[in-house]
Structures are given as structure tokens and as C-alpha cells.
């Protein structure tokens, strides 16, 4: 089981842990929640920091969380978002789509992509630095990675050739889906209390829509389309925050962890 934390961390962060990787790297799965709250909470103490450094400044503070965000993670998923949009927007045929996505070089619908995405997360990040609910980064981070937790166990592989995220998706089993649904629960509840329950619900209908949109294209996923699901699920639950941080500044703090 710690191996496959290690697997996680390794595979979903910047982080170098120490350590043995899985042996099979679809037991990591299960702990892909946990470094989505990881993640959600360096983010959002790098936002509470911030705010004693810019003096308010919501705009320039939610630059460096999003360039934050993306030096984390890599910007691996945002690789697999700018291969997504070429290949499904530029392509026609199954082959071809998977052939533009395998390309390495980014044509005008990723990079199209990539600024959209970037300027939803700027725009909710501002507002919710501005209204004072910057916890609501956390829970975006916990769905949005067990998103992709979801999509490996329900969909089969794309490629016959295999790939990077092969043995993530061919390994993945049922046990995985449902623990990592738990697991999100559990952080949640403790973040965010029962409102969290509501962003789950809502990550989960938006990935299995674009996992019907994904089988009708590719008969599947990759580790794009899986980078894919998990940044926009992620602005989406964002930028729903952001709508509604009027709102849910009700709600902040009512978790388990008062922080």
C-alpha cells in the first residue's frame, strides 16, 4: 500500500519521496485523492501566505497559484489537455485522433486549450481570494484527481500499442474505483464538511460525461484524455466555486478540520 503512495506521489507531483514504486502501478490509484488534498492544501497555504506578501492584491496572487499549481504538478495534465484538444478537434477518424494526440509538437487547438483552462483557473482563484474562501481549492484538487481514478477503471486502454499510463489503466480494478470514491468522501467531509459532498457529486457526473465522450471518439482512454478529465474537472469545480463564493463563503470551515 506505501508503495503505491509512493507511485502517486511520484507519478502526480513534482515531489521526489523516497522509496520502492508498486510493483503494479494500478495499485497507486487508490491514492490519488490523497495527492489531490496534498496538492489542494500547498496551494491554498500558498495562497494564505501570499495575502501578507501582496496586501491584497487578488490578481497577482492568483498568477503565482496558478504557475503554483502547474510547477507541481509538472504540467503533465496540461500536456495531456494541449494533445487532447489537437487530436479531438483536429482529427476525424479514431487513428488519426490518436496519431495527433502522440504527437509531441502543440498545434492551435492545444494551445488554444492551455489558455483557456489557465485563464478559468486565474480568473476563480482571483475571485476566490477575493471573497476569502481559498479552502475550496482543496476540494477541487480531491475530485478532480479522483476523476481520473474513475475513467481508468471504467474504460479500457486505447492504445493496442500501449503507453505511459498502460499498466495504470489495464491493471485497474473496481476495489481501486470504489476506494478511491471513500477516500475522497472522507477528505471532503473533513475540509469542507457535507457541502464537499456536492463538488464530488458534481467532478464525478462531469468525468463519466467525458468518458462517453471519449469511448465514441478513441474507444477509451490514455493518459492524455486522463490529464484531460482531471484539468477540467478541476477549473470547472473552480470556477463553480468562484460563481457561487458568495455562497460558499457560508460554508467554509464548517469541516471537520477547523482551518
Known amino acids: 500500500m506505501i508503495r503505491g503512495l509512493v ?7 513534482i515531489f521526489p519521496v523516497p522509496g520502492r514504486d508498486a510493483e503494479h502501478m494500478s495499485h497507486a490509484l487508490f491514492w490519488f485523492p490523497l495527492v489531490g488534498c496534498l496538492l489542494g492544501v500547498i ?9 501578507f506578501i501582496f496586501g491584497g492584491w487578488n490578481d497577482g496572487m492568483a498568477t503565482v497559484v496558478v504557475a503554483g499549481g502547474a510547477i507541481l504538478t509538472r504540467g ?3 500536456d495531456g489537455l494541449a494533445d487532447w484538444a489537437d487530436g479531438f478537434f483536429g482529427g476525424s477518424a479514431r487513428e488519426d485522433v490518436l496519431a495527433v494526440m502522440k504527437d509531441s509538437q502543440v498545434g492551435a487547438f492545444g494551445i488554444v486549450a492551455l489558455i ?9 482563484f482571483s475571485r476566490l481570494i477575493e471573497m476569502g474562501s481559498c479552502l475550496w481549492i482543496v476540494p477541487a484538487y480531491i475530485a478532480s484527481r479522483m476523476t481520473m481514478v474513475e475513467l481508468a477503471v471504467c474504460l479500457p486502454y486505447a492504445r493496442s500499442e500501449g503507453g505511459t499510463a498502460g499498466p495504470f489503466v489495464e491493471g485497474a480494478q473496481p476495489c481501486h474505483r470504489f476506494g478511491a470514491i471513500l477516500l475522497s468522501a472522507a477528505l471532503l467531509f473533513l475540509f469542507n464538511g457535507l457541502a464537499g459532498a456536492i463538488l464530488l457529486s458534481g ?4 468525468c463519466r460525461l467525458l468518458g462517453i465522450w471519449f469511448q465514441r471518439r478513441v474507444a477509451g482512454v490514455t493518459g492524455d484524455l486522463l490529464g484531460t478529465c482531471c484539468e477540467l474537472v478541476e477549473t470547472g469545480l473552480l470556477l463553480a466555486c468562484a460563481v457561487g463564493s458568495h455562497w460558499l463563503v457560508r460554508f467554509t470551515g464548517w469541516g471537520v478540520l477547523k482551518i
Open 7 to 13: 507511485t502517486a506521489i511520484r507519478t502526480l507531483s
Open 116 to 124: 483557456l483552462v489557465l485563464l478559468g483557473k486565474w480568473v476563480a
Open 76 to 78: 503533465l495534465h496540461l
Open 43 to 51: 496551494l491554498w497555504g500558498l495562497a494564505r501566505g501570499l495575502s
Open 203 to 206: 467532478g464525478w457526473i462531469a
